[in-house]
């Protein structure tokens, strides 16, 4: 077995560089994937069947593909289709983006409708219209139950990214690929990826337990 300490320490350089990119495409990603879970999932919970139809479609569509899949037909489906072409990082934000919508949907869709009816009868009886009701008394309570969903999914994201490999977008996984395939490092390289995703996830799986306890208690 060939071990080269020195590759840990080489490696690194390169994969701080892809850990920053690791972690902007997900922020970015998962902050636009919020803002379309949350209207998405509002459109889930629409009395009209058309308005929920549409945003039943884009769930079941994107929960029922490969990530690998969108990632491709995003970066060379659509480019093919009205002839120009996708910068990687952009399709990178966008994918991480639309993905995590529909995830986020769900969450959403899930939380409000896991407040008990009698809350919204409360509201109701206290004079407040159905706008108020949800405002005070049913969103305060469903965002309560999504926070921990939510954390899980951006975590789920994160390791999603080294998927993006695949259009040469410069994240983790990524810079990695390129390093072992100078230096043939393969077993310190990769060993050095896995540690620095474990580096984020680990730390966040911890806040979010911690999170978790802390609105048991409240």
Known sequence: MNLSPEAFVEVTPYLLTGLWYTLIITIIGVLIGCVIGTIFG??????????????????????GTPLLAQIFFIHFGIPALFNF????????????????????????????????KG??????????NARQTMRHIIWPQAIK???????NQFIISL????????????ELMYQ??????ITF???????????????ITIPASLLLRFTERRLDHS
Request: glycine letters at 8%; a neutral charge; one cysteine or more.
């Open 42 to 63: 509002i459109m889930r919970l629409s009395t009209n069947w058309f308005i929920k139809t549409v945003a039943s479609i884009y769930v079941e569509v994107v929960r």
């Open 85 to 116: 072409n996708f910068d990687a990082l952009i399709t990178a934000f966008g994918v991480i983006a639309i993905n995590s919508g529909a995830y986020l949907a769900e969450i959403v869709r899930g939380g409000v409708q896991s407040v008990d």
């Open 119 to 128: 809350q919204l009868e409360a509201g109701r009886s206290l004079g407040l």
């Open 145 to 151: 139950i999504m926070i921990p969903p939510f954390g």
């Open 159 to 170: 390791k999603d990214t080294s998927l993006l490999s695949a259009i040469a977008v410069t």
């Open 176 to 181: 990695g690929q390129t390093y072992a395939s």
């Open 185 to 199: 490092a393969s077993f310190e390289t990769y060993l050095m990826v896995c540690v620095f995703y474990l580096m």
